[in-house]
């Protein structure tokens, strides 16, 4: 069983940086690949980057070259660098594994990006 906290959201004015964490309980993280996703007001909830156990990261083209997906597997973390925000980055920020599964979704982190 894996319980997730996302944290390190917040309100920043476009061209800014936030960067959020996912906390993992659970031994098996560091063999379980893990994903930062998001869900924007009106939208599906969409994948924004995934990571590996092994480091491997995978990024939506929306967000590539501005987000960095990274783990630490000591800290049974997943950090979300962003760069470079913008408005239509506004959404809640959810981590999973990945692919995702419906039980481990938890609160997100709320970011909003203003112009």
């Known amino acids: 069983q894996v319980q997730l906290r996302e944290s390190g959201g917040g309100l920043v004015q476009a061209g800014g940086s936030l960067r959020l964490s996912c906390v993992a309980s659970?031994?098996?993280?560091?063999?379980?690949?893990m994903g930062w996703y998001r869900q924007a007001p009106g939208k599906e909830r969409e994948l924004v980057a995934g990571i590996t156990s092994g480091g491997t990261a995978n990024y939506a083209d929306s967000v590539k070259g501005r987000f960095t997906i990274s783990r630490d597997n000591t800290k049974n973390t997943v950090y979300l660098q962003m760069n470079s925000l913008k408005p239509e980055d506004t959404a809640v920020y959810y981590c999973n594994l990945y692919p995702s599964l419906p039980q481990y979704w938890g609160q997100g982190t709320q970011v909003t990006v203003s112009s």
């Open positions: 659970g031994s098996i993280f560091r063999i379980t690949a």
